[in-house]
């Protein structure tokens, strides 16, 4: 894997990419930054938050710099009693929460909207983290929608309807834009609240998820 994208929706999902990487800024249309790191052309991507933000610099990524894969790292929110702050999801698909109804989601979605990662990106992936046992990591279902769910109430309507560990607002987009061309795509999220609008630990979450993507590159 020669060329890689990374992408984030805001500042704390891209920034340590930025720094620890001495990435620079290379398109003058979209907040894309290049850097070489252990000879792969890694390039990040700060999409805005949301759907179609999240699908448009996916799809401009692929098409602007013939992309091997798309990485989507960042915060989620916990949707499970069993999910902490700060824990690692591995999606072993991602979903909409909010394309409705579900027929129609999975007649215009690929796989029936089950939305799985690369093998060989998640086999890589779980290698780097058997080298870090002090995190806590679950395999299983994030769901993506057009909206910040900081309601318990809302939170656990998710929960019902999808069987989720986690929402975000960008990861199914993305990994249907990925399907959608064929390129190889994966999804790391790290818990920063509850969705229940009270604890936040946005850049917390963000920055672990980073630093495990940059041990991931170069372990390629």
Known sequence: MKRIGIIGAFDPEVEKYIELLSLKKIDAKREIYFGIVDQKEVYVAKSGVGKVNASSM?????????????????????????VKLLDIILPTYVTYHDFLPVRIMKAYTPNEACLKPDSYLYETMKKVLKNHPEYTVHEGVIVSGDCFVTDANHRDQIKEQTQALAVDMES???????????????????????SDGVDNFEEEASYQSSLLVI????SL
């Open 58 to 82: 996916t799809q401009y990524l692929i098409d602007q710099y013939s992309l091997d894969g798309v990485i989507n790292s960042g915060c989620a929110g916990s949707l499970d009693t069993n």
């Open 172 to 194: 199914a987009p993305i990994a249907h834009v990925c399907a959608l061309n064929q390129v190889p795509c994966f999804i790391i999220r790290t818990i920063s609240d509850f």
């Open 215 to 218: 041990e991931w590159i170069k």
